[in-house]
């Protein structure tokens, strides 16, 4: 199994810049889709990006595309979350998740086996 801890969360204001990681551990990492998904309070969780296993893939939610970068480091066992251009209704908790199974573009987060513990991005306006 493997274990996913995000880092990376804080308060910014619009217009602003975060970069999120997501170090995992106790697993092959490059066997792995990894993916980001956010909560706002009230609101399910919802589908950000994922990654293919070599990184030659990415996939986004038309909400953050263009806006937000996808990446991962299979040598550091990292997965990164790049944000700019900030909007106040990207505030929400960010999750990093994984699954050995899921195709690189699955956005449905039933479909991911491993989480992180989340982190808080507030956007400010």
């Known amino acids: 199994q493997v274990q996913l801890v995000e880092h990376g969360g804080g308060l910014v204001q619009a217009g602003g810049s975060l970069r999120l990681s997501c170090a995992a551990s106790g697993g092959t990492f490059s066997s792995y889709v990894m993916g980001w998904f956010r909560q706002a309070p009230g609101k399910e969780r919802e589908f950000v990006a994922s990654?293919?296993?070599?990184?030659?893939?990415?996939y986004y939610a038309d909400s953050v595309k263009g806006r937000f970068t996808i990446s991962r480091d299979n040598a550091k066992s990292t997965v990164t979350l790049q944000m700019v251009n900030l909007k106040p209704e990207d505030t929400a908790v960010y999750y990093c998740?994984?699954?050995?199974?899921?195709?690189?573009?699955?956005?449905?987060?039933?479909?991911?086996?491993?989480w992180g513990q989340g982190t808080q991005v507030t956007v400010s306006s």
């Open positions: 998740a994984a699954d050995r199974r899921a195709s690189p573009s699955e956005s449905d987060s039933r479909k991911y086996d491993y």
């Open positions: 990654i293919s296993w070599t990184g030659t893939r990415t």
